[in-house]
């Protein structure tokens, strides 16, 4: 066995986690291997908010800056109603104590991906196998063995490695050929991810770039990217789920927002379906599950993709100190300081997110507003309410187990 197959770690799955997780562990001297199932990078709608700790890690990385050139500060956001347009605005300056980028940044998940693989790519000690696909793993006392099949037909190949980190996303399959379970729920409505040019910002007073909106018999929200907007739609009672994407259909769920409008201009729509789920350990032996493969959760607040992150750069804190002599009991603190924090503050907050803006109830819905209305007017509660939705509480408290 070479010198690499028994010190490397092998990571699948080279999305935001498994990259950021790829390069601190080469940054900490421990080659890589990243295997990614994709021959590319893909540019479908997926995560799109960064929150102000993510944006912290990511600076260590040299990743901050250009994310920021590519994206869009969001120093305010809020939940409305839209025949009223009353409002509560949540305003991130109350936090500028507690971090330096006291902002969501709205930007596309794959432009973190594209950066963070633009530099794996310079780092000699990160070996990248785009187009490999996982077929099974098994693992010892010493490390694991990963067996894969190559592009195009080309055979296959078993990995050695000390550690598997698998970052292979909510349909892992390092997860699933460990048979663990993966307990949770599926939400029975359809979210319709819809983009647009189009300019709601001129026909809905006060918009900030962050938007949950309550209209009469729904909900929608609207989030700004530097050249567009994202606006998330439901099927009407009586639609099917396919009926709900003909392209009138999505014309009409548009027309409730900005009745004026006669057409608008649509660039992509994505359907799916939502999900709340989360594995009991992210530690089995020698593997480590981290972001989507070991939890996922309701896109309401924008903190899958964080959270995922946040993952890595708690296991990569880790993962050298085990290589410097310390105990591996250190990747079981790494499940127990991480996991509770998805159940609790990530999964629990979107739940409440979700459950909060599909509140069919007029006098349910303006008794929540009032209330949030009266977190933002006290300052003390207005701070905490912003250190927990932009996840600065949920990583005190991770640090704070033992």
Known sequence: MDERARDQVIVAG?????????????RA????????????????????????????????????APLLAQGLEVPTWQVRKHETHEKALFDLSLIAEDTRYPFRLQC?????????????????AIDLKFGWTVEDVEQDDAGVNVRCSAPDGGGEEVLRGRWLVAADGARSTVRTLLALPFEGLTYPETTILVTTHFPFEEHLPELSRVNYVW??????????????????????????????????????????????????????????????????????????????????NSPSGGMGMNC??????????????????????LLDLYSRQRQ?????????????????????????????????????????????????SSMIT????????Q
């Open 108 to 124: 596309e998940q794959w432009k973190l991906c594209e950066l963070a693989l633009e530099q794996a790519r310079g780092v000699d």
């Open 308 to 329: 995922g992150v946040h993952d890595a750069f708690n296991l990569t804190d880790k993962l050298p100190r085990v290589y410097a002599g310390e105990s591996d009991a």
């Open 29 to 64: 001297g421990i080659p890589v291997t990243l295997v990614e199932r994709e021959a590319m990078l893909g540019h479908d709608l997926r995560a799109s908010t960064f929150h102000p700790p993510t944006l912290e890690m990511l600076d260590e990385l040299g990743l901050t």
């Open 340 to 388: 509770p924090i998805a159940r609790d503050e990530i999964l629990g907050q979107a739940h409440r997110n979700r459950t909060r803006m599909l509140e069919p109830d007029e006098e349910a819905r303006l008794r929540t507003l009032r209330d949030l209305q009266a977190t933002v007017a006290d300052p003390v509660r207005h701070r905490e309410y912003l250190l927990r």
């Open 215 to 296: 209209i009469k018999g729904g909900t929608f929200s609207l989030l700004r990217l530097p050249d567009l907007w994202r606006c998330s739609v439901y099927a009407a009672a009586d639609e099917t789920p396919e009926q709900a994407l003909e392209p009138d259909r999505i014309q009409a769920k548009l027309r409730r927002i900005v009745p004026a409008q006669s057409d608008f201009e649509i660039l992509e729509i994505r359907p799916y379906r939502i999900h709340q789920r989360i594995v009991d350990n992210y530690r089995i032996g020698r593997i480590l599950l981290a972001g989507d493969a070991a939890h996922i």
């Open 394 to 401: 949920g990583l005190r408290r991770a640090a704070e187990i």
């Open 14 to 26: 080279a999305g935001p986690v498994g990259l950021v997780t790829a390069l601190r562990l080469a």
